[in-house]
């Protein structure tokens, strides 16, 4: 009875969705490309050393910042589950915060703390015999401070992820596992690295597809600077529209990335579509 | 086997106390400087010695130039992020039942479209929406925020009222359609009440969403009584002067609902992304 046909009904369900997509999304999206392939704006994106630059920074970034928070990612989880540790009780209550905190707050605290002169991570640095960095200054310093601020605020999020696949693996496997004398690490490799292997691809992917469209935490924190070394793809668009009043070349810059994105989807939804 | 066990347990506190300090570490600082003077600020101390009210004082009474609108922008904030749940919960119930219970033709393009809209990074779509809006003369409008919100919260939305509603039995669909109830008269007596943990989830995560927001109310706003407060707080950083006890006293002040909202919702934020993550 359940599978007889409801098209009107599911339709209607459906419809503000819909149409707040076709009106807000596909619809601009469809004059955007209008109006860009009336000229030739993507060449000039492209003969923009800038542009090659971003694209250099965005793929350092993603490939930095995806692989250190998925990696950290995995080993919290499985720190959080010695919970017979009074110390692990403490972090499991604590380590979601910087998931919490909006990231224009953290940013505001991470950008006083990387200050040069009155910074505090300079200050420890000096305190323990090293030189202080000019963080927030340097090519090298900003990007760090891009990736390390990236992996503060979202590992959070993705360990919630494996924790919740390693309560869904069988206690009773580790158990055998005891019994057999398995070390640590055989019971991570032949146990839950198995279970967790596909989650950790897909988490992978997912991050990967919305780190290369991060805005706010490389606008807020370097906005580019020093000297429009350190912009992504995102952040130059902006610029190009906002900044320099040059819409359509901004314009040009993200409908480039679009199809990439698009392909990086439908890739993702075919190879993990199938297994829900 | 003694030492073996020993060593373990000296190395997990380790590694789980240079975790704590580095996820904590920056939420502490901001506390600090929050409650230092504007003489101390420059002072770096690891701990605050006398910890001073003067940098909320002077947020809450809007007694800096900065943060001359808090209180406007603040409400700003509320009404935004109020309005983007409302919509949102208007838009992804619907459809939410419409994939679990209904059978119609277009489903499948339905929920593939969902689910690439949820993983397509928005920040994308910013430039083409702000052209739409130039052309709707919708600019300075806070609705104009509050449907951008609206499309990128719900396919999460969507989905996990999707997902929490495989959990209802479909047997009592089936026996309120023999008993002669309409698909919506079920919608409404029976889906809507059945799904309410998963409608506060989908509230809690739409209004956090909001809250965070930077790019689209940043690009769409422009005067000053009608911006969010994070669009405010980002034009700390072009500032000249350096107040940052009353910065951070800011940014303790906007990061306290959200927290606490996570304490509240956590289990039905964590249940959601369990689904999510025990599924594939």
Not at chain 1, 102 to 109: D, F, N, R
Not at chain 2, 50 to 67: A, C, D, H, K, M
Not at chain 2, 243 to 254: C, D, E, L, R, S
Request: charge should be positive; hydrophobic fraction near 55%; proline fraction near 5%.
């Amino acid at each position: 009875m359940s599978y007889k046909q409801t098209n009107f009904l599911g339709l209607a369900f459906s419809l503000p969705f819909l149409i707040i997509f076709a009106a807000f999304v596909v619809y601009p999206l469809l004059y955007s490309a209008l109006v860009v392939s009336s000229g030739d704006y993507l060449s000039r994106v492209m003969s923009d050393p800038l542009f090659w630059r971003s694209l250099t920074n965005t793929l350092i970034y993603v490939a930095l910042a995806v692989n250190i928070k998925m990696f950290l990612a995995l080993v919290l989880s499985g720190l959080l589950t010695f919970t017979q540790f009074r110390i692990v009780k403490v972090m499991s209550y604590l380590y979601l915060l910087p998931w919490a905190v909006p990231i224009i707050a953290g940013v505001l605290s991470y950008r006083w703390m990387l200050q040069k002169e009155w910074g505090i991570v300079n200050k420890f640095l000096s305190d323990i015999g090293l030189q202080p960095v000019n963080w927030l200054g340097s090519y090298e310093g900003a990007m760090a401070a891009l990736v390390s601020f990236h992996v503060w605020k979202w590992t959070p999020l993705w360990t919630l992820t494996f924790y919740a696949a390693r309560q869904g693996i069988d206690p009773s496997l580790y158990e055998a596992a005891k019994i057999d004398g398995a070390s640590m690490l055989k019971e991570f490799l032949y146990i839950t690295w198995p279970q967790l292997k596909y989650l950790y691809i897909f988490n992978t992917m997912l991050s990967t597809i919305w780190v290369i469209g991060e805005f706010d935490i490389p606008y807020l924190l370097t906005r580019g600077d020093p000297g429009e070394t350190t912009h992504l793809l995102s952040t130059l668009g902006f610029r190009y529209a906002f900044v320099l009043l040059r819409i359509r070349e901004g314009l040009s810059l993200y409908l480039l990335v679009i199809p990439v994105l698009l392909i990086f989807i439908i890739l993702l939804l075919r190879l993990f579509g199938g297994r829900r | 086997m003694m030492l073996r066990r020993t060593l373990f347990v000296v190395l997990v506190h380790l590694a789980c106390l240079m975790l704590i300090v580095w996820i904590i570490f920056p939420i502490y600082w901001m506390i600090t400087v929050s409650l230092k003077t504007s003489k101390e600020v420059f002072n770096p101390d690891y701990l605050v010695t006398n910890p001073s009210l003067e940098s909320y004082v002077i947020v809450l009474t809007q007694g800096y130039f900065r943060v001359m609108y808090f209180w406007r922008q603040l409400l700003n904030s509320v009404y935004v992020a109020a309005l983007t749940v409302l919509f949102t919960l208007l838009v992804s119930i619907p459809a939410g039942y419409a994939l679990s219970r209904l059978r119609f033709r277009g489903q499948t393009a339905v929920s593939t479209l969902t689910l690439g809209t949820y993983i397509f990074p928005y920040a994308f779509l910013s430039i083409p929406y702000f052209i739409l809006m130039t052309m709707l003369n919708m600019l300075n409008t806070h609705i104009s925020v509050i449907i951008a919100q609206t499309i990128f919260v719900s396919p999460y939305a969507i989905w996990l009222i999707w997902e929490y509603s495989r959990n209802i039995p479909i047997e009592i669909d089936e026996s309120a359609l023999i008993d002669g109830a309409g698909r919506v008269t079920i919608f409404f007596r029976m889906f809507l009440p059945l799904s309410l943990p998963a409608i506060a989830a989908v509230g809690a995560y739409a209004f956090l969403f909001s809250w965070n927001q930077y790019l689209y109310p940043f690009m769409l706003l422009s005067s000053e009584t009608d911006l969010t407060l994070p669009v405010a707080m980002g034009f700390f950083l072009v500032s000249d002067e350096a107040p940052w006890n009353i910065f951070m006293a800011t940014a303790t002040i906007y990061s306290v609902p959200p927290i606490i909202f996570y304490y509240l919702f956590k289990r039905y934020l964590i249940a959601g992304l369990a689904a999510a993550a025990v599924k594939r």
